[in-house]
């Protein structure tokens, strides 16, 4: 939007803080100047990969940008739960710095494929938070393709199930639809959390099976314990 047309809707619907509801000043956006600093310091290394986890051998790399923990974990509960999908773009600045740093000189992908959500998900939110980061990242010319993959119906939705569940369930979560929109290229999985890992791997197993030539992932958030899932399966985490 206009600088000078958001300067003059602000004094008319001033805008709240999205995490402290703080009435922004018309310099800041979305996050007032103190929660965006806290978000900033709790950036991982743009080159930080997923440690333990990158070495299962189902993606060839794998990137995560912060720890699930306050304020992103805030941020994306607000915006998945109050359907808000708005709040998504204090991240535009970080998914910038991402393509700039990594995407754009060592290591380039051909297509972002978001993870899918099942049809409760998108009815409770409205919106699918993957296909959001898949879409900010594309702004910087990556194709983004949200149809290669499906969510199949009847999967347990993930909160309702114990870990050991968790990591069984997503076995069939998916459906490949357009194969050919993977085979032969360089595609990046993109999704909002990575916890135990087993859908980012379900979804990278299928891209896998329709003949990508790399594979990598990169999600938003990752839990603690993510990095080392492979290595300490029935452990709880
Ligand atoms: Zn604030």
Redesign the pocket.
Same mark, same amino acid.
């Given at each position: 939007m206009n600088q000078a047309l958001e300067s003059l809707l602000r004094i008319v619907y001033p805008a709240d &803080?999205s %995490? #402290?509801s703080?009435t922004l000043e018309l310099t800041e956006n979305a %996050? #007032?100047r103190? &929660?965006a600093l806290t978000l900033e310091k709790k950036r991982f290394p743009l080159l930080e990969s997923l440690g333990e986890h990158d070495k299962t051998g189902i993606w060839d790399e794998a990137w995560a940008l912060f720890p699930y923990e306050a304020p992103v974990k805030n941020l994306l509960k607000a915006a998945k739960l109050g359907a808000r999908p708005w709040i998504l773009k204090v991240f535009e600045p970080v998914l910038s710095d991402f393509f700039e740093a990594v995407l754009s000189s060592l290591s380039v992908y051909d297509v972002l494929v978001p993870i899918p959500q099942g049809r409760r998900a998108w009815i409770e939110r409205g919106f699918n938070p993957a296909e959001k980061i898949a879409f900010m990242l594309a702004r910087h010319g990556i194709a983004c393709a949200p149809d290669v993959l499906v969510k199949r119906g009847r999967v347990l939705s993930q909160r309702s199930l114990r870990k050991e569940e968790r990591l069984a369930n997503p076995w069939g979560a998916f459906k490949m639809m357009r194969p050919e929109a993977a085979a032969g290229r360089r595609v990046l999985v993109i999704d909002d959390i990575l916890t135990t890992g087993a859908t980012a791997e379900e979804a990278c197993r299928l891209i896998r099976e329709a003949g990508a030539e790399k594979i990598g992932v990169l999600t938003l958030a990752r839990t603690q314990s993510a990095s080392r899932v492979t290595t300490t399966q029935g452990d709880p985490a």
């Amino acid at each position: 939007m206009n600088q000078a047309l958001e300067s003059l809707l602000r004094i008319v619907y001033p805008a709240d &803080c999205s %995490l #402290c509801s703080k009435t922004l000043e018309l310099t800041e956006n979305a %996050l #007032c100047r103190h &929660c965006a600093l806290t978000l900033e310091k709790k950036r991982f290394p743009l080159l930080e990969s997923l440690g333990e986890h990158d070495k299962t051998g189902i993606w060839d790399e794998a990137w995560a940008l912060f720890p699930y923990e306050a304020p992103v974990k805030n941020l994306l509960k607000a915006a998945k739960l109050g359907a808000r999908p708005w709040i998504l773009k204090v991240f535009e600045p970080v998914l910038s710095d991402f393509f700039e740093a990594v995407l754009s000189s060592l290591s380039v992908y051909d297509v972002l494929v978001p993870i899918p959500q099942g049809r409760r998900a998108w009815i409770e939110r409205g919106f699918n938070p993957a296909e959001k980061i898949a879409f900010m990242l594309a702004r910087h010319g990556i194709a983004c393709a949200p149809d290669v993959l499906v969510k199949r119906g009847r999967v347990l939705s993930q909160r309702s199930l114990r870990k050991e569940e968790r990591l069984a369930n997503p076995w069939g979560a998916f459906k490949m639809m357009r194969p050919e929109a993977a085979a032969g290229r360089r595609v990046l999985v993109i999704d909002d959390i990575l916890t135990t890992g087993a859908t980012a791997e379900e979804a990278c197993r299928l891209i896998r099976e329709a003949g990508a030539e790399k594979i990598g992932v990169l999600t938003l958030a990752r839990t603690q314990s993510a990095s080392r899932v492979t290595t300490t399966q029935g452990d709880p985490a």
